[in-house]
């Protein structure tokens, strides 16, 4: 079963910066948070994952609160082609375990 | 390849008919996986390969599913007498072993239509 909290939909206006939520106070030491998105009609994309630290790459910044029981996906400056599902996802490290992804939040990047 | 591919990407299939669904992962990913997306919900997982290790088939729904991966890469999914209940898109996903999550890389999924 999912173990993270996402907000249903959101929207966003085009430029601006869009912080999407996702609560996970279930979390275990070792487990990993990961953001994945995905584009209408194709498969999910890969965007940022980070255990403890602040992580931040080329798509997006992953903030983790302290306590770790909760995240914030940033996308610094949004464009329309960031209109997606973003999916939060919680699982420990390796490729034994599968993803459990929940329903997700819709973003709309608004012009 | 470049990517992971699956085919078809669309399949109508009429109730009660059998079908088969195939991914071609990446080329040296050892991992791969298969998810099914209902429309408006999120991804349910249905099997994992991993080299050759005996597969987890935990989420697979019945018997009615089953899914090989022939030389650890082409992986075929067969679902038998088909309902309507089976209508989705299906995604294959790959990985190399030691990347974990971030390696994941999706298919753009057959969709799957029963009549």
């Known amino acids: 079963d999912a173990k993270t909290t996402q907000p249903p939909s959101m929207d966003c206006a085009e430029g601006r910066a869009a912080n999407l939520p996702c609560n996970h106070s279930?979390?275990?030491?070792?487990?990993?948070v990961y953001w994945y998105r995905q584009i209408h009609s194709q498969g999910p994309q890969y965007i940022i994952h980070?255990?403890?630290n602040n992580e931040t790459n080329e798509m997006a910044s992953l903030i983790i609160t302290e306590d770790r029981k909760s995240s914030t996906l940033i996308l610094p400056h949004a464009t329309l082609r960031d209109t997606a599902v973003y999916y939060c996802?919680?699982?420990?490290?390796?490729?034994?375990?599968?993803?459990?992804f929940g329903t997700g939040t819709s973003l709309t990047v608004i012009p | 390849g470049a990517g992971v591919s699956q085919s078809p990407s669309n399949k109508v299939t009429e109730k009660g008919k059998d079908v088969e669904l195939r991914c071609d992962p990446i080329?040296?990913?050892?991992?791969l996986y298969w998810y099914r997306q209902s429309l408006g919900q999120g991804l349910e997982f249905l099997i994992y390969?991993?080299?050759?290790?005996?597969?987890?088939k935990s989420g697979l729904p019945s018997d009615r599913f089953s899914a090989e991966r022939t030389g650890g890469s082409v992986s075929t999914l067969t679902i038998q007498r088909t309902q309507q209940e089976d209508s989705a898109v299906y995604l294959c996903?790959?990985?190399?072993?030691?990347?974990?999550?971030?390696?994941?890389?999706f298919g753009s999924g057959t969709r799957l239509t029963v009549v």
């Open positions: 996903a790959s990985s190399l072993h030691t990347q974990g999550g971030h390696g994941y890389t």
């Open positions: 279930t979390i275990s030491g070792n487990e990993y």
């Open positions: 980070g255990l403890k």
């Open positions: 996802i919680v699982r420990p490290p390796g490729t034994g375990n599968q993803f459990y």
């Open positions: 080329s040296g990913h050892t991992a």
């Open positions: 390969f991993q080299g050759n290790s005996a597969p987890d």
